[in-house]
Protein backbone atom coordinates (compact mmCIF):
# COMPACT_ATOMS: atom_id res chain seq x y z
CA UNK A 1 0.00 0.00 0.00
CA UNK A 2 1.46 3.09 -0.47
CA UNK A 3 2.30 5.24 2.47
CA UNK A 4 0.94 8.71 0.97
CA UNK A 5 -2.44 7.64 1.46
CA UNK A 6 -1.86 6.37 5.36
CA UNK A 7 -3.64 8.44 7.86
CA UNK A 8 -1.46 8.56 11.02
CA UNK A 9 -4.59 8.60 13.39
CA UNK A 10 -5.99 5.41 11.70
CA UNK A 11 -5.67 2.23 14.33
CA UNK A 12 -5.04 4.65 16.75
CA UNK A 13 -7.05 4.52 20.37
CA UNK A 14 -7.99 8.65 20.98
CA UNK A 15 -8.46 9.28 24.62
CA UNK A 16 -8.38 5.72 25.67
CA UNK A 17 -11.50 5.04 24.22
CA UNK A 18 -11.88 5.72 20.99
CA UNK A 19 -10.61 3.53 18.45
CA UNK A 20 -10.22 5.30 14.74
CA UNK A 21 -10.66 2.69 12.50
CA UNK A 22 -11.49 4.69 8.67
CA UNK A 23 -10.93 8.26 7.55
CA UNK A 24 -14.35 9.68 5.84
CA UNK A 25 -13.20 13.13 4.57
CA UNK A 26 -11.06 15.88 5.05
CA UNK A 27 -12.20 19.71 5.48
CA UNK A 28 -10.64 23.14 6.15
CA UNK A 29 -11.10 22.34 9.71
CA UNK A 30 -10.82 18.87 10.71
CA UNK A 31 -10.83 15.52 9.70
CA UNK A 32 -14.00 12.95 10.42
CA UNK A 33 -13.29 9.40 10.96
CA UNK A 34 -15.53 6.70 11.74
CA UNK A 35 -14.61 5.06 14.87
CA UNK A 36 -15.81 2.62 17.31
CA UNK A 37 -16.51 3.50 21.51
CA UNK A 38 -14.63 0.96 22.68
CA UNK A 39 -16.06 1.82 26.45
CA UNK A 40 -20.09 1.76 25.12
CA UNK A 41 -19.21 -0.49 21.67
CA UNK A 42 -21.04 1.71 18.96
CA UNK A 43 -19.59 3.20 15.97
CA UNK A 44 -19.25 6.95 15.97
CA UNK A 45 -18.38 9.69 13.66
CA UNK A 46 -15.04 11.28 14.88
CA UNK A 47 -14.29 14.94 13.95
CA UNK A 48 -10.51 15.68 14.93
CA UNK A 49 -9.34 19.63 14.66
CA UNK A 50 -6.29 20.23 12.42
CA UNK A 51 -3.56 20.27 14.62
CA UNK A 52 -2.48 23.50 12.77
CA UNK A 53 -5.76 24.85 14.46
CA UNK A 54 -5.81 23.26 17.52
CA UNK A 55 -2.75 25.39 18.79
CA UNK A 56 -4.81 28.09 18.87
CA UNK A 57 -6.16 28.61 22.38
CA UNK A 58 -9.07 30.70 21.86
CA UNK A 59 -10.54 28.93 19.25
CA UNK A 60 -9.90 25.82 20.97
CA UNK A 61 -11.98 27.40 23.82
CA UNK A 62 -14.57 28.65 21.24
CA UNK A 63 -14.60 25.31 19.52
CA UNK A 64 -15.59 23.19 22.56
CA UNK A 65 -17.91 26.17 24.22
CA UNK A 66 -20.17 25.83 21.18
CA UNK A 67 -19.48 22.18 20.71
CA UNK A 68 -21.30 21.81 24.67
CA UNK A 69 -24.00 23.78 23.71
CA UNK A 70 -25.05 22.39 20.53
CA UNK A 71 -25.10 18.98 22.63
CA UNK A 72 -28.02 19.92 24.60
CA UNK A 73 -30.00 20.51 20.98
CA UNK A 74 -31.85 17.21 21.21
CA UNK A 75 -33.76 17.09 17.58
CA UNK A 76 -34.17 13.87 15.63
CA UNK A 77 -33.03 15.96 12.84
CA UNK A 78 -29.91 17.21 14.12
CA UNK A 79 -26.36 15.26 14.04
CA UNK A 80 -25.98 14.70 17.90
CA UNK A 81 -23.08 15.51 19.95
CA UNK A 82 -21.76 12.69 22.39
CA UNK A 83 -18.49 14.11 23.87
CA UNK A 84 -15.82 16.36 23.36
CA UNK A 85 -12.46 15.99 24.56
CA UNK A 86 -8.25 15.68 23.57
CA UNK A 87 -5.79 13.63 23.16
CA UNK A 88 -2.47 15.75 23.39
CA UNK A 89 -2.38 17.56 19.92
CA UNK A 90 -5.69 15.94 18.52
CA UNK A 91 -8.75 18.11 19.38
CA UNK A 92 -12.06 15.88 18.71
CA UNK A 93 -15.97 15.86 19.28
CA UNK A 94 -17.77 12.60 18.95
CA UNK A 95 -21.00 12.36 17.18
CA UNK A 96 -23.43 10.38 15.70
CA UNK A 97 -22.47 8.42 12.42
CA UNK A 98 -24.91 8.67 9.94
CA UNK A 99 -24.81 5.81 7.53
CA UNK A 100 -25.40 7.11 3.85
CA UNK A 101 -24.77 10.30 1.69
CA UNK A 102 -25.03 14.05 1.36
CA UNK A 103 -26.81 16.32 -0.27
CA UNK A 104 -23.97 17.12 -2.33
CA UNK A 105 -24.30 13.27 -3.48
CA UNK A 106 -27.34 13.29 -4.56
CA UNK A 107 -27.20 16.53 -6.17
CA UNK A 108 -24.21 14.96 -8.34
CA UNK A 109 -25.91 11.84 -8.65
CA UNK A 110 -29.53 13.03 -9.91
CA UNK A 111 -28.94 16.69 -11.01
CA UNK A 112 -32.24 18.30 -10.12
CA UNK A 113 -34.87 16.51 -7.69
CA UNK A 114 -38.76 16.54 -8.13
CA UNK A 115 -40.37 18.81 -6.10
CA UNK A 116 -41.62 16.57 -3.93
CA UNK A 117 -38.27 14.80 -3.17
CA UNK A 118 -36.89 18.54 -2.35
CA UNK A 119 -39.55 19.39 -0.18
CA UNK A 120 -39.10 15.72 2.07
CA UNK A 121 -35.42 17.08 2.34
CA UNK A 122 -36.39 20.77 3.10
CA UNK A 123 -38.83 20.23 5.61
CA UNK A 124 -36.61 18.20 8.13
CA UNK A 125 -33.90 20.79 7.56
CA UNK A 126 -35.99 23.56 8.71
CA UNK A 127 -37.51 21.53 11.48
CA UNK A 128 -33.85 21.47 12.82
CA UNK A 129 -32.90 24.94 12.28
CA UNK A 130 -36.20 26.06 13.58
CA UNK A 131 -35.71 24.22 16.74
CA UNK A 132 -32.05 25.53 16.94
CA UNK A 133 -32.88 29.18 16.09
CA UNK A 134 -35.64 29.01 18.58
CA UNK A 135 -32.95 27.88 21.23
CA UNK A 136 -30.74 30.69 20.55
CA UNK A 137 -28.30 29.50 17.86
CA UNK A 138 -27.39 30.01 14.19
CA UNK A 139 -25.98 27.49 12.00
CA UNK A 140 -24.39 30.47 9.29
CA UNK A 141 -23.02 27.81 7.42
CA UNK A 142 -26.14 25.97 5.68
CA UNK A 143 -24.97 23.58 2.16
CA UNK A 144 -25.42 20.46 0.49
CA UNK A 145 -22.34 19.15 2.39
CA UNK A 146 -23.90 19.73 5.79
CA UNK A 147 -27.02 18.11 5.18
CA UNK A 148 -26.59 14.19 6.19
CA UNK A 149 -29.41 11.56 4.02
CA UNK A 150 -29.36 8.36 6.01
CA UNK A 151 -29.78 4.27 4.75
CA UNK A 152 -33.22 5.12 5.96
CA UNK A 153 -34.38 7.90 4.36
CA UNK A 154 -33.68 10.03 7.81
CA UNK A 155 -32.51 13.28 6.77
CA UNK A 156 -30.16 15.17 9.19
CA UNK A 157 -28.06 18.69 9.75
CA UNK A 158 -24.42 18.72 10.44
CA UNK A 159 -22.57 20.58 11.96
CA UNK A 160 -24.50 23.15 14.26
CA UNK A 161 -22.29 24.85 16.49
CA UNK A 162 -19.26 24.64 14.57
CA UNK A 163 -19.46 27.02 12.36
CA UNK A 164 -19.41 30.52 13.92
CA UNK A 165 -15.79 28.93 15.09
CA UNK A 166 -14.94 28.17 11.70
CA UNK A 167 -15.93 32.48 11.10
CA UNK A 168 -12.88 33.33 12.92
CA UNK A 169 -10.09 31.68 10.10
CA UNK A 170 -12.23 31.38 6.66
CA UNK A 171 -11.73 33.54 3.86
CA UNK A 172 -13.19 33.96 0.70
CA UNK A 173 -10.67 32.75 -1.71
CA UNK A 174 -10.26 29.50 -3.45
CA UNK A 175 -11.60 26.23 -2.28
CA UNK A 176 -14.48 28.22 0.05
CA UNK A 177 -15.84 28.99 -3.62
CA UNK A 178 -18.79 26.17 -2.53
CA UNK A 179 -19.47 27.89 0.83
CA UNK A 180 -19.79 31.64 -0.57
CA UNK A 181 -22.66 30.31 -2.84
CA UNK A 182 -24.81 30.09 0.49
CA UNK A 183 -24.11 33.45 1.75
CA UNK A 184 -26.88 35.89 2.90
CA UNK A 185 -25.87 39.41 1.55
CA UNK A 186 -25.54 40.41 5.38
CA UNK A 187 -23.03 38.18 5.98
CA UNK A 188 -20.83 39.69 3.64
CA UNK A 189 -21.25 43.16 4.38
CA UNK A 190 -21.70 42.73 8.35
CA UNK A 191 -19.82 39.81 9.40
CA UNK A 192 -20.81 38.51 12.70
CA UNK A 193 -23.94 40.27 12.84
CA UNK A 194 -26.10 37.50 11.41
CA UNK A 195 -29.14 36.47 12.61
CA UNK A 196 -31.51 33.22 12.19
CA UNK A 197 -32.36 35.20 8.56
CA UNK A 198 -28.85 34.00 6.95
CA UNK A 199 -30.29 30.11 7.60
CA UNK A 200 -33.44 30.70 5.83
CA UNK A 201 -31.70 32.48 2.63
CA UNK A 202 -28.78 29.62 2.57
CA UNK A 203 -32.06 27.07 2.45
CA UNK A 204 -33.83 29.28 -0.11
CA UNK A 205 -30.46 28.93 -2.04
CA UNK A 206 -30.25 24.82 -1.49
CA UNK A 207 -33.75 24.47 -2.49
CA UNK A 208 -33.06 26.69 -5.86
CA UNK A 209 -30.20 23.85 -6.19
CA UNK A 210 -32.60 20.92 -5.94
CA UNK A 211 -35.31 22.11 -8.26
CA UNK A 212 -32.22 23.15 -10.77
CA UNK A 213 -29.77 21.56 -10.16
CA UNK A 214 -27.32 24.50 -10.37
CA UNK A 215 -26.44 27.60 -8.03
CA UNK A 216 -28.34 30.44 -8.88
CA UNK A 217 -25.03 32.49 -8.60
CA UNK A 218 -22.23 31.25 -10.51
CA UNK A 219 -18.47 33.10 -11.58
CA UNK A 220 -14.88 32.55 -11.98
CA UNK A 221 -14.25 33.55 -8.78
CA UNK A 222 -15.26 33.82 -4.55
CA UNK A 223 -15.29 37.83 -5.69
CA UNK A 224 -17.91 37.57 -8.62
CA UNK A 225 -20.54 35.31 -6.75
CA UNK A 226 -20.25 37.48 -3.92
CA UNK A 227 -21.31 40.45 -5.77
CA UNK A 228 -23.85 38.44 -7.20
CA UNK A 229 -25.30 37.67 -3.87
CA UNK A 230 -25.20 41.34 -3.11
CA UNK A 231 -26.59 43.19 -6.23
CA UNK A 232 -28.67 40.36 -8.08
CA UNK A 233 -31.88 38.69 -6.92
CA UNK A 234 -32.08 34.95 -6.85
CA UNK A 235 -33.70 34.11 -9.91
CA UNK A 236 -36.97 32.14 -10.08
CA UNK A 237 -36.76 28.19 -10.49
CA UNK A 238 -39.06 28.15 -13.22
CA UNK A 239 -36.82 30.30 -15.43
CA UNK A 240 -34.36 26.74 -15.89
CA UNK A 241 -36.89 24.29 -15.15
CA UNK A 242 -40.52 25.43 -17.50
CA UNK A 243 -43.13 24.11 -15.80
CA UNK A 244 -42.29 24.53 -12.21
CA UNK A 245 -44.66 25.44 -10.30
CA UNK A 246 -45.48 29.12 -9.19
CA UNK A 247 -45.82 28.60 -5.28
CA UNK A 248 -42.14 27.11 -5.32
CA UNK A 249 -41.08 30.21 -7.13
CA UNK A 250 -42.47 32.07 -4.47
CA UNK A 251 -41.24 29.98 -1.91
CA UNK A 252 -37.71 30.75 -3.34
CA UNK A 253 -38.25 34.45 -3.49
CA UNK A 254 -39.54 35.09 -0.12
CA UNK A 255 -36.63 33.12 1.73
CA UNK A 256 -34.07 34.31 -0.60
CA UNK A 257 -34.91 38.09 -0.26
CA UNK A 258 -31.43 40.10 -0.06
CA UNK A 259 -33.43 42.39 2.37
CA UNK A 260 -33.40 40.80 5.49
CA UNK A 261 -36.88 42.08 6.71
CA UNK A 262 -38.92 40.74 4.18
CA UNK A 263 -37.71 37.12 4.28
CA UNK A 264 -39.65 34.56 7.01
CA UNK A 265 -37.79 35.57 10.72
CA UNK A 266 -36.69 32.39 11.22
CA UNK A 267 -36.91 28.68 9.40
CA UNK A 268 -39.71 28.11 11.64
CA UNK A 269 -41.75 30.63 9.76
CA UNK A 270 -40.14 29.13 6.59
CA UNK A 271 -41.40 25.60 7.47
CA UNK A 272 -44.93 26.64 7.85
CA UNK A 273 -44.89 28.70 4.07
CA UNK A 274 -42.89 25.04 2.85
CA UNK A 275 -45.75 23.32 4.08
CA UNK A 276 -48.23 25.56 2.44
CA UNK A 277 -46.81 25.43 -0.81
CA UNK A 278 -46.76 21.61 -0.81
CA UNK A 279 -50.55 21.57 -0.05
CA UNK A 280 -51.47 23.85 -2.55
CA UNK A 281 -49.26 21.98 -5.35
CA UNK A 282 -51.09 18.71 -7.30
CA UNK A 283 -50.09 15.18 -7.53
CA UNK A 284 -48.45 15.36 -11.27
CA UNK A 285 -46.48 18.84 -10.49
CA UNK A 286 -44.82 17.54 -6.95
CA UNK A 287 -44.15 13.94 -8.86
CA UNK A 288 -42.74 16.26 -12.68
CA UNK A 289 -39.40 15.08 -13.59
CA UNK A 290 -37.34 18.12 -14.33
CA UNK A 291 -35.42 17.86 -17.30
CA UNK A 292 -31.96 18.41 -15.72
CA UNK A 293 -32.34 15.28 -13.83
CA UNK A 294 -29.46 13.18 -14.87
CA UNK A 295 -31.25 9.73 -14.42
CA UNK A 296 -34.63 8.83 -15.65
CA UNK A 297 -34.19 5.30 -14.47
CA UNK A 298 -36.47 5.84 -11.37
CA UNK A 299 -39.85 5.89 -10.92
CA UNK A 300 -41.41 7.37 -8.39
CA UNK A 301 -44.98 5.58 -8.54
CA UNK A 302 -44.84 2.86 -6.49
CA UNK A 303 -43.05 4.83 -3.59
CA UNK A 304 -44.46 8.70 -3.97
CA UNK A 305 -43.66 9.86 -0.88
CA UNK A 306 -39.86 8.72 -0.24
CA UNK A 307 -37.62 11.26 0.90
CA UNK A 308 -34.89 10.47 -2.54
CA UNK A 309 -35.27 7.79 -4.83
CA UNK A 310 -33.41 4.95 -3.92
CA UNK A 311 -30.67 3.13 -5.26
CA UNK A 312 -28.69 6.02 -5.61
CA UNK A 313 -24.62 4.50 -6.46
CA UNK A 314 -22.78 7.32 -4.26
CA UNK A 315 -19.86 5.05 -3.19
CA UNK A 316 -19.79 4.56 0.25
CA UNK A 317 -16.56 5.92 2.49
CA UNK A 318 -13.95 3.25 3.05
CA UNK A 319 -11.18 2.96 5.12
CA UNK A 320 -7.81 4.95 4.34
CA UNK A 321 -5.52 2.08 6.01
CA UNK A 322 -8.07 -0.30 6.44
CA UNK A 323 -7.77 -3.74 5.58
CA UNK A 324 -11.20 -4.77 3.92
CA UNK A 325 -10.61 -5.80 0.51
CA UNK A 326 -13.19 -5.44 -1.63
CA UNK A 327 -14.04 -8.67 -3.48
CA UNK A 328 -15.43 -8.92 -7.18
CA UNK A 329 -16.93 -12.24 -7.20
CA UNK A 330 -19.42 -13.82 -9.07
CA UNK A 331 -23.76 -13.89 -7.55
CA UNK A 332 -23.18 -17.61 -6.33
CA UNK A 333 -19.52 -18.92 -4.87
CA UNK A 334 -19.19 -22.72 -4.79
CA UNK A 335 -16.75 -23.86 -2.12
CA UNK A 336 -13.67 -26.04 -4.14
CA UNK A 337 -14.85 -29.59 -4.33
CA UNK A 338 -13.41 -31.69 -1.80
CA UNK A 339 -10.98 -34.69 -2.49
CA UNK A 340 -11.87 -37.44 -4.23
CA UNK A 341 -10.11 -40.29 -2.06
CA UNK A 342 -5.83 -40.81 -1.43
CA UNK A 343 -3.92 -40.97 -4.57
CA UNK A 344 -3.52 -44.40 -4.14
CA UNK A 345 -7.13 -45.12 -4.10
CA UNK A 346 -7.50 -43.51 -7.08
CA UNK A 347 -4.45 -44.89 -8.79
CA UNK A 348 -5.80 -48.38 -8.43
CA UNK A 349 -9.59 -47.41 -9.67
CA UNK A 350 -10.65 -48.23 -13.63
CA UNK A 351 -12.10 -45.67 -15.63
CA UNK A 352 -15.17 -45.60 -16.72
CA UNK A 353 -16.08 -43.07 -18.87
CA UNK A 354 -19.77 -43.23 -19.69
CA UNK A 355 -20.70 -43.19 -15.99
CA UNK A 356 -18.26 -40.36 -15.42
CA UNK A 357 -20.19 -38.34 -18.55
CA UNK A 358 -23.64 -39.12 -16.63
CA UNK A 359 -22.34 -37.82 -13.59
CA UNK A 360 -21.15 -34.53 -15.06
CA UNK A 361 -24.24 -33.94 -16.72
CA UNK A 362 -26.18 -34.67 -13.33
CA UNK A 363 -23.69 -32.40 -11.21
CA UNK A 364 -24.12 -29.66 -13.87
CA UNK A 365 -28.24 -29.99 -14.03
CA UNK A 366 -28.03 -29.86 -10.32
CA UNK A 367 -25.98 -26.90 -9.86
CA UNK A 368 -28.05 -24.94 -12.43
CA UNK A 369 -31.15 -25.88 -10.64
CA UNK A 370 -29.66 -24.50 -7.19
CA UNK A 371 -29.04 -21.16 -9.09
CA UNK A 372 -32.30 -21.29 -10.24
CA UNK A 373 -34.17 -21.67 -7.10
CA UNK A 374 -31.73 -19.28 -5.30
CA UNK A 375 -32.72 -16.57 -7.96
CA UNK A 376 -35.95 -17.53 -9.25
CA UNK A 377 -39.24 -16.68 -7.80
CA UNK A 378 -38.90 -18.45 -4.98
CA UNK A 379 -36.91 -14.64 -3.73
CA UNK A 380 -38.10 -11.53 -3.94
CA UNK A 381 -37.55 -7.90 -3.03
CA UNK A 382 -38.73 -5.74 0.47
CA UNK A 383 -41.11 -3.19 -1.47
CA UNK A 384 -40.56 0.54 -0.88
CA UNK A 385 -42.80 1.26 1.58
CA UNK A 386 -41.50 4.17 3.98
CA UNK A 387 -44.27 7.19 4.04
CA UNK A 388 -47.40 4.91 3.05
CA UNK A 389 -49.83 4.45 5.18
CA UNK A 390 -50.27 1.01 7.12
CA UNK A 391 -53.56 -0.07 4.41
CA UNK A 392 -51.50 0.86 1.51
CA UNK A 393 -48.26 -1.11 2.86
CA UNK A 394 -50.59 -4.29 3.75
CA UNK A 395 -52.17 -3.67 -0.05
CA UNK A 396 -48.58 -3.61 -1.65
CA UNK A 397 -47.03 -6.22 0.52
CA UNK A 398 -49.89 -8.64 -0.22
CA UNK A 399 -49.61 -7.91 -4.05
CA UNK A 400 -46.13 -9.10 -3.62
CA UNK A 401 -46.56 -12.27 -2.06
CA UNK A 402 -45.22 -11.23 1.27
CA UNK A 403 -47.53 -11.29 4.68
CA UNK A 404 -47.16 -8.82 6.98
CA UNK A 405 -45.69 -9.42 10.44
CA UNK A 406 -45.70 -7.30 13.92
CA UNK A 407 -46.64 -3.72 13.37
CA UNK A 408 -45.07 -1.35 16.05
CA UNK A 409 -45.81 1.97 16.57
CA UNK A 410 -43.34 5.09 17.45
CA UNK A 411 -43.08 8.71 17.52
CA UNK A 412 -41.72 10.63 14.47
CA UNK A 413 -40.79 13.85 13.82
CA UNK A 414 -40.42 13.66 10.10
CA UNK A 415 -43.21 11.25 9.19
CA UNK A 416 -46.91 11.52 9.29
CA UNK A 417 -49.11 10.06 11.70
CA UNK A 418 -49.93 6.54 10.45
CA UNK A 419 -47.68 6.32 7.89
CA UNK A 420 -44.67 3.30 7.44
CA UNK A 421 -40.99 5.07 8.99
CA UNK A 422 -39.24 1.90 8.78
CA UNK A 423 -39.28 -1.80 7.70
CA UNK A 424 -37.80 -5.14 9.12
CA UNK A 425 -36.41 -6.37 6.86
CA UNK A 426 -35.52 -2.93 4.85
CA UNK A 427 -36.60 -2.11 1.68
CA UNK A 428 -35.00 -3.84 -1.33
CA UNK A 429 -33.80 -6.84 0.83
CA UNK A 430 -34.04 -10.30 -0.63
CA UNK A 431 -36.40 -12.33 1.00
CA UNK A 432 -38.53 -15.65 0.39
CA UNK A 433 -42.00 -15.32 -0.95
CA UNK A 434 -44.78 -15.98 1.78
CA UNK A 435 -42.20 -14.42 4.83
CA UNK A 436 -43.18 -11.91 6.77
CA UNK A 437 -42.13 -7.88 7.08
CA UNK A 438 -42.61 -6.28 10.16
CA UNK A 439 -43.46 -2.26 10.29
CA UNK A 440 -43.35 0.68 12.72
CA UNK A 441 -45.64 3.20 12.00
CA UNK A 442 -45.48 6.48 12.90
CA UNK A 443 -47.71 8.36 15.18
CA UNK A 444 -46.71 11.62 14.49
CA UNK A 445 -44.55 13.82 16.77
CA UNK A 446 -44.91 13.40 20.44
CA UNK A 447 -46.42 16.55 21.77
CA UNK A 448 -46.62 18.35 24.74
CA UNK A 449 -48.40 21.42 26.49
CA UNK A 450 -45.75 24.49 27.43
CA UNK A 451 -46.32 24.53 31.50
CA UNK A 452 -47.22 27.87 33.31
CA UNK A 453 -43.69 29.08 34.45
CA UNK A 454 -44.93 32.72 35.23
CA UNK A 455 -42.99 33.47 38.97
CA UNK A 456 -40.57 30.77 38.78
CA UNK A 457 -36.85 31.18 39.15
CA UNK A 458 -34.94 30.37 36.19
CA UNK A 459 -33.48 27.06 37.67
CA UNK A 460 -37.41 26.20 38.80
CA UNK A 461 -38.15 26.80 35.30
CA UNK A 462 -35.58 24.39 33.29
CA UNK A 463 -36.07 21.55 35.52
CA UNK A 464 -40.30 22.02 35.05
CA UNK A 465 -39.24 22.03 31.14
CA UNK A 466 -37.06 19.15 31.38
CA UNK A 467 -39.86 16.99 33.48
CA UNK A 468 -41.98 17.43 30.58
CA UNK A 469 -39.44 16.51 27.38
CA UNK A 470 -38.67 19.93 26.25
CA UNK A 471 -34.84 21.73 26.41
CA UNK A 472 -34.60 24.92 28.18
CA UNK A 473 -33.83 27.62 25.02
CA UNK A 474 -32.10 30.89 25.30
CA UNK A 475 -32.89 33.27 28.15
CA UNK A 476 -33.73 37.27 28.01
CA UNK A 477 -33.71 39.65 30.36
CA UNK A 478 -36.31 42.32 30.50
CA UNK A 479 -37.84 45.19 32.57
CA UNK A 480 -41.11 44.22 34.39
CA UNK A 481 -42.92 45.90 37.28
CA UNK A 482 -44.94 43.46 38.41
CA UNK A 483 -42.83 40.37 38.37
CA UNK A 484 -39.89 40.13 40.80
CA UNK A 485 -36.37 40.44 39.55
CA UNK A 486 -34.91 37.30 38.60
CA UNK A 487 -38.45 35.72 37.94
CA UNK A 488 -39.93 34.30 34.73
CA UNK A 489 -42.08 36.52 33.04
CA UNK A 490 -42.97 34.72 29.81
CA UNK A 491 -42.14 31.49 27.97
CA UNK A 492 -41.58 31.19 23.75
CA UNK A 493 -44.08 29.74 22.70
CA UNK A 494 -46.76 31.02 25.31
CA UNK A 495 -47.94 28.68 28.25
CA UNK A 496 -50.49 26.04 27.34
CA UNK A 497 -49.05 26.15 23.81
CA UNK A 498 -48.57 22.69 22.18
CA UNK A 499 -45.17 22.06 20.56
CA UNK A 500 -42.84 19.00 19.88
CA UNK A 501 -41.40 16.97 22.72
CA UNK A 502 -37.24 17.81 23.02
CA UNK A 503 -38.61 21.82 21.14
CA UNK A 504 -36.65 24.13 22.83
CA UNK A 505 -38.72 27.12 24.98
CA UNK A 506 -37.27 30.36 25.42
CA UNK A 507 -37.32 32.35 28.73
CA UNK A 508 -37.99 36.06 29.00
CA UNK A 509 -36.86 36.73 32.91
CA UNK A 510 -37.88 40.11 34.77
CA UNK A 511 -34.74 42.65 35.54
CA UNK A 512 -37.37 44.28 37.82
CA UNK A 513 -38.72 47.99 37.93
CA UNK A 514 -36.40 50.23 35.69
CA UNK A 515 -34.50 52.19 37.76
CA UNK A 516 -33.27 55.63 35.58
CA UNK A 517 -29.52 56.66 36.38
CA UNK A 518 -29.31 60.10 38.01
CA UNK A 519 -25.90 61.70 36.82
CA UNK A 520 -23.47 61.79 39.33
CA UNK A 521 -20.04 63.19 37.73
CA UNK A 522 -18.80 66.49 39.04
CA UNK A 523 -20.11 65.03 42.55
CA UNK A 524 -17.54 63.70 45.19
CA UNK A 525 -17.30 59.80 45.41
CA UNK A 526 -19.35 59.96 48.92
CA UNK A 527 -22.13 62.09 47.49
CA UNK A 528 -22.59 59.76 44.40
CA UNK A 529 -22.50 56.59 45.84
CA UNK A 530 -24.97 57.64 48.29
CA UNK A 531 -27.76 58.92 45.54
CA UNK A 532 -26.84 55.83 43.61
CA UNK A 533 -27.54 53.32 46.45
CA UNK A 534 -30.67 55.64 47.44
CA UNK A 535 -32.12 54.71 43.85
CA UNK A 536 -31.35 50.75 44.83
CA UNK A 537 -27.86 50.34 43.14
CA UNK A 538 -24.78 49.48 43.91
CA UNK A 539 -21.51 50.73 43.12
CA UNK A 540 -17.88 50.20 42.18
CA UNK A 541 -15.03 52.51 41.77
CA UNK A 542 -13.25 51.89 39.13
CA UNK A 543 -9.16 51.57 39.33
CA UNK A 544 -7.26 54.34 37.74
CA UNK A 545 -7.72 58.15 37.14
CA UNK A 546 -8.66 60.07 33.64
CA UNK A 547 -8.24 63.28 32.70
CA UNK A 548 -11.63 65.12 32.78
CA UNK A 549 -12.95 69.29 33.05
CA UNK A 550 -14.07 68.23 36.93
CA UNK A 551 -11.49 68.58 40.07
CA UNK A 552 -8.89 65.78 40.78
CA UNK A 553 -11.31 63.40 43.11
CA UNK A 554 -14.12 64.13 41.76
CA UNK A 555 -16.67 61.52 39.39
CA UNK A 556 -15.11 62.32 36.14
CA UNK A 557 -17.40 59.36 34.45
CA UNK A 558 -20.10 56.84 35.29
CA UNK A 559 -21.32 53.77 33.25
CA UNK A 560 -24.01 53.12 32.20
CA UNK A 561 -24.56 56.88 31.63
CA UNK A 562 -27.09 59.12 32.70
CA UNK A 563 -30.68 58.63 31.11
CA UNK A 564 -30.11 55.33 31.10
CA UNK A 565 -32.72 52.76 32.38
CA UNK A 566 -30.75 49.99 34.99
CA UNK A 567 -32.68 46.92 37.12
CA UNK A 568 -32.87 47.81 41.13
CA UNK A 569 -29.58 46.09 42.24
CA UNK A 570 -27.40 46.73 38.71
CA UNK A 571 -23.74 47.59 39.70
CA UNK A 572 -22.70 51.41 38.32
CA UNK A 573 -18.82 51.82 37.52
CA UNK A 574 -17.59 55.19 38.56
CA UNK A 575 -14.22 56.66 37.49
CA UNK A 576 -12.94 59.41 39.34
CA UNK A 577 -11.19 62.27 37.76
CA UNK A 578 -7.64 63.39 38.16
CA UNK A 579 -8.35 66.63 37.07
CA UNK A 580 -8.01 68.13 34.16
CA UNK A 581 -5.30 67.51 31.39
CA UNK A 582 -2.69 70.92 31.59
CA UNK A 583 -1.30 72.29 28.07
CA UNK A 584 0.79 74.68 27.14
CA UNK A 585 -0.90 77.85 25.44
CA UNK A 586 0.44 79.01 22.25
CA UNK A 587 1.51 82.85 22.16
CA UNK A 588 -0.73 84.41 19.75
CA UNK A 589 0.08 88.15 20.07
CA UNK A 590 0.59 90.00 17.02
CA UNK A 591 -1.68 87.08 15.15
CA UNK A 592 -4.32 88.47 13.25
CA UNK A 593 -7.73 87.38 15.07
CA UNK A 594 -8.44 84.43 12.91
CA UNK A 595 -4.73 82.93 13.02
CA UNK A 596 -5.27 83.80 16.56
CA UNK A 597 -8.29 81.53 17.35
CA UNK A 598 -7.28 78.79 14.90
CA UNK A 599 -4.03 78.41 16.78
CA UNK A 600 -5.71 78.35 19.88
CA UNK A 601 -8.78 75.83 19.12
CA UNK A 602 -6.68 73.60 17.56
CA UNK A 603 -4.76 73.44 21.04
CA UNK A 604 -7.87 72.67 22.62
CA UNK A 605 -9.16 76.13 24.14
CA UNK A 606 -12.04 77.90 23.94
CA UNK A 607 -11.25 81.68 22.78
CA UNK A 608 -13.32 84.77 23.72
CA UNK A 609 -12.48 88.22 22.11
CA UNK A 610 -12.54 91.32 24.75
CA UNK A 611 -12.52 93.97 21.58
CA UNK A 612 -13.25 97.28 24.01
CA UNK A 613 -14.41 100.56 22.82
CA UNK A 614 -10.73 100.72 20.88
CA UNK A 615 -10.64 97.48 19.67
CA UNK A 616 -14.42 97.70 17.70
CA UNK A 617 -12.78 97.73 14.32
CA UNK A 618 -9.13 96.32 15.15
CA UNK A 619 -7.81 92.76 13.92
CA UNK A 620 -4.44 92.23 15.78
CA UNK A 621 -3.95 90.47 18.81
CA UNK A 622 -2.45 92.91 21.86
CA UNK A 623 -2.93 90.74 24.60
CA UNK A 624 -3.72 87.49 25.64
CA UNK A 625 -4.63 85.71 28.77
CA UNK A 626 -3.20 83.32 30.06
CA UNK A 627 -0.22 84.42 28.54
CA UNK A 628 1.57 82.37 25.86
CA UNK A 629 3.95 79.72 27.00
CA UNK A 630 1.83 79.33 30.17
CA UNK A 631 0.02 76.17 30.91
CA UNK A 632 -3.90 76.07 31.23
CA UNK A 633 -6.42 72.90 31.71
CA UNK A 634 -7.20 71.66 27.83
CA UNK A 635 -10.59 72.78 27.01
CA UNK A 636 -10.25 76.18 29.66
CA UNK A 637 -11.46 79.48 27.91
CA UNK A 638 -7.93 81.97 26.94
CA UNK A 639 -8.88 85.65 26.80
CA UNK A 640 -7.51 87.63 23.76
CA UNK A 641 -7.98 91.23 24.03
CA UNK A 642 -8.05 93.13 19.92
CA UNK A 643 -6.74 96.77 18.94
Not at 203 to 225: F, I, N, R, W
Not at 598 to 614: I, P, S, T
Request: glycine share 10%; aromatic share 4%.
Amino acid sequence: MDTTLQDPLVGQVLDGRYRVDARIAVGGMATVYRALDTRLDRVLALKVMHPALAVDGAFVERFIREAKSVARLAHPNVVQVFDQGTDGSYVYLAMEYIAGCTLRDVLRERGALQPRAALDILEPVLAALGAAHRAGFVHRDMKPENVLIGDDGRVKVADFGLVRSVDTVTSTTGAVLGTVSYLAPEQIEQPGAADARVDVYACGVVLYEMLTGEKPHDGDSPAVVLYKHLHEDVPPPSAVVPGLAYELDELVASATARTPGVRPYDAVALLAQARVARQALTDEQLDAMPPQALSDGHDNADDRTSVIPRGLTVPRPLPVDGDEPVHRTSRLEMPPAPPAGPPRARASRRPRGPMVVVAAVLLALGLGAGIWYINSGQFTEVPPLLSKSEAQARDRLEQDGLDLGKVRRAYSDTFDRGTVMSTDPKPGARIRQNDSVDLVVSLGPKTVKVPDLRDRTPAQARAALKERGLEPGMVTREFDDEIARGSVISTSPGEGATVRSGSAVALTVSKGSPVDLPDVTGESPEDARAELEEAGLKVRIAPGRVNSEFDAGLVARQSPGEGTQAAEGDTVTLTLSKGPEMIEVPDVVGDSVDDAKAQLEAAGFEVDEDRGLLGLFGDTVKKQSPKGGDKAPKGSTVTITIR
